[in-house]
DNA sequence: CACTTGACCTGTCCGC
DNA sequence: TGCGGACAGGTCAAGT
């Protein structure tokens, strides 16, 4: 699922249900999910409350008053869904992919001492949960080596041309999804911000001049920032904090609408496979660049 | 070393 | 309908 506009509008959601809330007790049944102990879960989560929610690429980040913190990361198809007082039973129903919690997806049950919930659901079993001390957070491998957010004052043309010359002979998708060159791009804003710059996804990294670069950051910005006014996107499975859906597919260009014509020069948008991922194209102006 | 290809899982869709 | 295979928003480990 989620990428980072996703993952940010989970973290907004969150931010508003759940800080100030006093975990009572957790649950959960695939202890790949949630591998603490026992131990730790009764040391430093029960009991502690949740103080802030951020993000730092698709990572979600839970800071405890026990000075740990419960990191947690979604991959394809986990879900964060809270349910209180005050929406119980999803108050919108025609926008919501989750009704009844929990369900044969829920992995993790957090309950607050007030009785409100937070499920943690993954389909795919591949997100994950882990507490441990705030302080070491950013010590986790996967976090060192993130590259730039895209949406940060670091984030220059110069700062990407610099992070892409880390994979100069691999192609540009790949360097994409390459969390340690640039950190929250997944499968559709690569495709979606390849087409804003009319760029192939097969160009090679090193043939790219600095205006094809610098157009692309470009479009990286303005394609997070658009998909987060839109509350992310739901292909299949991702739903916010409070189980809706978000609507930036309805704007997308290329990702999802092979056979379609392309917005921009109406020929037929093609899916190709690249990087191991399934592409979406515009043969006629996105050109190949070897 | 740099880069590409499976593996991790469940569910759905498509062709025979 | 049934069944096999491909595929799905991400990241690792193991290959070349």
Known sequence: MPELPEVETVVTGLNKLVVGKIIDHVDFDWPKSFPNSDEEIRSYLVGSEIVNVKRRAKVIIMELSSKYSLVAHLKMTGQFVFRGRTNWGAGHPNDSLVSKLPDKSTRVTFTFSDNSKLFFNDQRKFGWIRLLPTS??????????????????????NEFRKQLQKRPNTNIKAALLDQS??????NIYADESLWGARIHPQSVVKSLTTAQTNKLHNEIVEVLKLSIEKGGSTDRNYVDAEGKKGSYLKFANVFRRENQECPRCGATIVKI??????????????????
């Open 273 to 290: 496979r690249v990087a191991g991922r399934g592409t979406h194209v515009c043969p006629m102006c996105q050109r190949i660049k070897k």
């Open 181 to 186: 060159v640039i950190a929250g791009i997944g």
């Open 136 to 157: 070491e957070v950013a010590n986790i491998d996967f976090i060192k080596k993130l590259g730039p957010e895209p949406l940060s004052s670091d984030f220059t043309h």
